[in-house]
């Protein structure tokens, strides 16, 4: 019987670290993921986790919580602790960012860290609750989900699995490779080798051009760019029209 599949640790740090760097709203991704990996919630459960879920009025965590009944996926209340000290830490930085972005906050600082009792612990980047799904399934059953923040998670791991592609290449290629992919993977790839910030990851992402060419060089332990963004194949006067962007 084939195995069941394992994110080993060494992946989860490795999701950490792209999240930390790639993207608007790193302190949510890196928060985003250790609440999923430490308590084992689902996207739309998280969607729907409420800042008084997790912090007490004082705005300390509450040791013991609970996945409430009308959010929980099979509508039964389960437990769920918050004492990991990287899922405090995570939160933490995550909570900081949102008093200073103005994010789903009130005047009384005091209370629950200054955000609003009763809204979600997540939100979207322009400080929006991430809009859930309802429909109704055969048996006449409420069932919701919310696919923008599946999205997200899937982002972060797609992120992931960009500077791990890389990785393999190296370790398990010789000689040259070929990789196909779109402008987001491309560039967000070029940003970790040069170790940009998020916003300059998104201007090379505007700046490819279809079809573009972009060589990585294979060092013993990590890879350089050697040259990015190449039309090479279309540098002739007949394939002026050719020449689009993403």
């Not at 929980?72 to 004492?83: E, H, K, L, T, Y």
């Not at 997200?152 to 290629?173: N, P, S, T, W």
């Amino acid at each position: 019987m084939a195995k069941a599949p394992v994110i080993e640790d060494a992946q989860m740090r490795h999701a950490f670290k792209v999240a930390g760097v790639t993207g608007q709203t790193t302190a949510r991704d890196v928060a985003l993921l250790h609440v999923l990996y430490g308590t084992g919630m689902t996207a739309t459960e998280v969607a729907q986790l409420g800042v008084a879920d997790v912090l007490d009025e004082c705005g300390e965590f509450r040791r013991q919580s609970e996945v409430r009944a009308g959010i929980s996926f099979n509508g039964r209340a389960r437990p769920v602790f918050w004492v990991n000290t990287k899922v405090c830490a995570g939160l933490d930085a995550y909570f900081a960012e949102r008093l200073k972005l103005g994010h789903g906050i009130t005047a009384w600082r005091s209370q629950w860290r200054g955000l609003v009792q009763l809204g979600p612990v997540f939100l979207t980047s322009d400080g929006r609750p991430f809009t859930l799904t309802t429909r109704r399934t055969g048996a006449g059953d409420t069932s919701r989900s919310c696919e923008s923040l599946t999205q997200v998670i899937r982002k972060l791991h797609d992120q992931a699995g960009i500077e791990a592609a890389l990785q393999q290449a190296l370790a398990y290629h010789e000689g040259k490779v070929l990789l196909v992919s779109s402008g987001g993977p491309i560039s967000t790839a070029a940003g970790l080798l040069l170790n940009l910030q998020p916003m300059a990851i998104i201007e090379l992402n505007l700046r490819l051009r279809n079809s573009a060419v972009s060589e990585f060089t294979a060092l013993p332990t990590r890879h350089v760019l050697l040259s990015w963004n190449s039309l090479a194949h279309l540098d002739h006067a007949d394939y002026a029209g050719w020449v689009t962007y993403a």
